[in-house]
């Protein structure tokens, strides 16, 4: 195994445990609105910081990695919704990734990149909250019987809410991780 292969399994695995302590530590906020707000939010941002410092794949292994071990974990209680998390997961990380790989290496000015890639870091949440509330109004019907309300209004607005705050929180993790990244690597 080689450097890059080691670096890029530790960040994963790094990255992964970000996400599933913030799901633990949300299971026991009693699963409320700030529960889910928090705990959104730090795995969105685990997320997209593995996207971008980490790659895509490492994203992406998070990304179907996190809801599967929720469900495992007790955490996720519905397993026809995992599908769709993944969905939305798989979704934030390759917009937000690429948006904000393009613009940080574009030649416009900095205010205008960091727009640019807090609007894109928008459209990442945004799109995934399309994407998991069209998914669980329209296509978890075909599979379940009554999908619960909860899921329903849980795979809403609280999706952009906690994909954008996850964003912002990136922002403002991975200028000082791609730092340290370049002096270890």
Do not use: H
């Not at 809801?67 to 209680?77: D, E, Q, R, S, Y």
């Not at 809410?161 to 929180?169: A, E, R, S």
């Amino acid at each position: 195994m080689n450097n890059k292969t080691t670096a890029w399994i530790a960040r994963t695995g790094l990255f992964l445990a970000v996400a599933v302590i913030a799901q633990l530590i949300g299971s026991q906020m009693g699963g409320g609105i700030a529960g889910q707000i928090i705990t959104g939010s730090l795995v969105n941002m685990a997320l997209i910081v593995a996207g971008i410092t980490a790659g895509i794949s490492s994203g992406i292994s998070i990304a179907v990695l996190s809801p599967c071990l929720a469900f495992l974990l007790g955490i996720m209680k519905f397993a026809p919704a995992i599908p769709i998390v993944i969905a939305g997961n798989i979704a934030i990380v390759i917009i937000t990734a690429f948006v904000y790989n393009y613009y940080s290496k574009s030649e416009m000015k900095l205010a205008l990149q960091k727009l640019f890639i807090l609007l894109g870091m928008i459209f990442g949440a945004l799109f995934k909250c399309a994407l998991m509330w069209i998914s669980a109004l329209y296509i978890l019907p075909l599979f379940v019987a009554k999908v619960p309300p909860a899921i329903i209004s849980s795979f809403s607005l609280p999706q952009a809410v906690t994909g954008t705050i996850g964003g912002i929180l990136a922002m403002l993790t991975v200028p000082s991780l791609l730092k340290i990244k370049r002096n270890d690597v």
